[in-house]
């Protein structure tokens, strides 16, 4: 819990301090020693523990709040004033970790809020007015109708339309699709996004402060900010409820004494009411639990869009998945490989010549056809000419012949679509001289748990997908 990173926290590094005072107290207490020995590691627990939320409490006492903060360390301090001094001390240990683990949580949502910050570029190309050359510019003073270039390999600095030029950009931050999209004049692109091999630009339509992932960062900040019913019904009932504990304490000990009874006794009996009657578990088990939850979710890519949100998960009754990413790798692999009769070639012919024209591009599906071949133990011819059209595929010499690997629809317009096409796969053209020899078929593969998981979930809800 209590890594490097998480240990220069205030809130952790005391709380860890007086954790190891009482580790250190406890068993010299328990084993008998004198009380010169564990005593001044008890009161040293207090004071780690509970001076940050004690000066927090009086502050707001000040306010004429009554802080549960300080409704614990005047309980701890009772359990001490009436001789159950461990007690007090093993309070204060749990109510400095509640805090130390509040603040962690807090730290690991602003962290996450941070990684996704970090996915829109600090900078981008803007275009001078009237052609005149370009300038180097601050993402953030963007306005909408600046013309960006984004060169190959850029994140996009801002939301807009592409007016010219051709490329494939990798979305899979915004989208989760594993495959680039193929981009063209008036089709929309996103920051934070990847360009891909070609140069295009781009007219801004939205503010940076109004983009796709700057309203996902907002969304990841109001979600930590908000409160769940719970949260909300104890802090509408905390107040009063402090009074009236407050208010019942002096009574026990005040009324009794009034009457004649001893003070030792009136002194433990209030004590024992308050150290009882706190609210401070209640507090304690509310708030913390659902900020980590939602630092974790956002940690593996799952963004909870409030407190109210992940309280209510367990009355969940049917989940709608997104199946890229989620229920599978993300990753196409080769799944169907189809040569067409009178090509005289056979699978693996027609894997190693899509392969080696493949080899120098940097695609995605060019990646899985390559790693299909290494699997078979396939060798690849060398490739020359090589030449990549976004959105369309690639074109190659190999051993002599011109071999175009790409969509289907590009290549060959006028087709239909072809068995695997309709059966889901991913399917790219093989083409030697200009005649099609063969189709490939590519596919995500599902997650190893993701059948698992599904058939948990069915069995949670009580529906079938």
Request: charged share 20%; proline share 7%; aromatic share 4%.
């Amino acid at each position: 819990m209590f890594t490097s990173t998480y240990v220069r926290l205030p809130e952790a590094r005391w709380a860890l301090a007086a954790l190891l005072l009482f580790l250190l107290a406890l068993p010299t207490h328990l084993l008998g020693a004198p009380a010169w020995l564990w005593g001044p590691l008890y009161a040293a627990t207090y004071v780690c523990g509970g001076w940050e939320p004690g000066w927090e409490g009086l502050k707001a006492l000040r306010e004429k709040t009554l802080d549960v903060d300080l409704l614990m360390v005047v309980a701890a301090l009772g359990a001490a004033a009436i001789g159950q001094v461990l007690d007090g001390a093993l309070l204060i240990v749990i109510f400095a970790t509640s805090g130390a683990l509040e603040a962690i949580a807090t730290h690991r949502t602003a962290e996450s809020v941070r990684g996704l910050l970090d996915l829109a570029p600090a900078a981008a190309t803007r275009l001078r007015p009237g052609g005149d050359g370009e300038e180097t510019v601050p993402a953030d003073r963007l306005a909408i109708g600046d013309t960006l270039l984004i060169r190959p390999g850029e994140r996009i600095g801002a939301d807009g339309l592409v007016l010219s030029g051709e490329s494939e950009v990798d979305q899979a931050t915004i989208t989760g699709e594993p495959l680039p999209a193929a981009k063209a004049p008036g089709d929309e692109v996103f920051a934070g996004t990847v360009n891909g091999t070609g140069a295009l630009r781009v007219r801004v339509t939205r503010d940076p402060a109004d983009s796709v992932i700057a309203r996902i960062v907002k969304m990841v900040e109001d979600a930590s900010r908000t409160k769940a019913p719970t949260q909300l019904f104890i802090e509408k009932i905390e107040q009063r409820y402090s009074w009236a504990m407050v208010t019942a304490t002096l009574a026990l000990f005040l009324i009794p004494l009034a009457l004649g009874a001893a003070l030792d006794a009136t002194l433990l009996r209030a004590m024992t009411f308050m150290i009882v009657a706190s609210p401070c578990a209640v507090v304690l088990a509310t708030m913390p639990p659902l900020l980590s939850a939602i630092a974790n979710a956002g940690r593996h890519g799952v963004l909870a869009k409030s407190a109210v949100v992940m309280e209510r998960l367990a009355q969940v009754d049917a989940v709608a998945l997104d199946k890229t990413g989620t229920l599978t790798e993300g990753t196409p692999r080769v799944t169907a490989l189809r040569p067409l009769p009178g090509s005289g070639l056979d699978e693996d012919a027609l894997l190693a010549l899509a392969a080696a024209a493949e080899h120098p591009s940097e695609h995605p599906l060019a990646r899985a056809i390559t790693a299909a071949a290494r699997e078979r133990g396939l060798v690849l011819a060398d490739a020359t000419a090589f030449s990549s059209a976004p959105g369309t595929g690639v074109t190659a010499t190999v051993k002599g012949q011109e071999i175009r690997v790409g969509a289907p629809a590009r290549l060959l317009p006028d087709d239909d679509p072809t068995e695997l096409e309709k059966e889901g796969h991913t399917v790219v053209v093989v083409l030697r001289d200009g005649d099609p020899v063969g189709y490939l078929g590519l596919a995500d593969r599902p997650r190893p748990g993701a059948a698992a998981t599904v058939a948990a979930l069915t069995a949670h809800t009580g529906r079938h997908p």
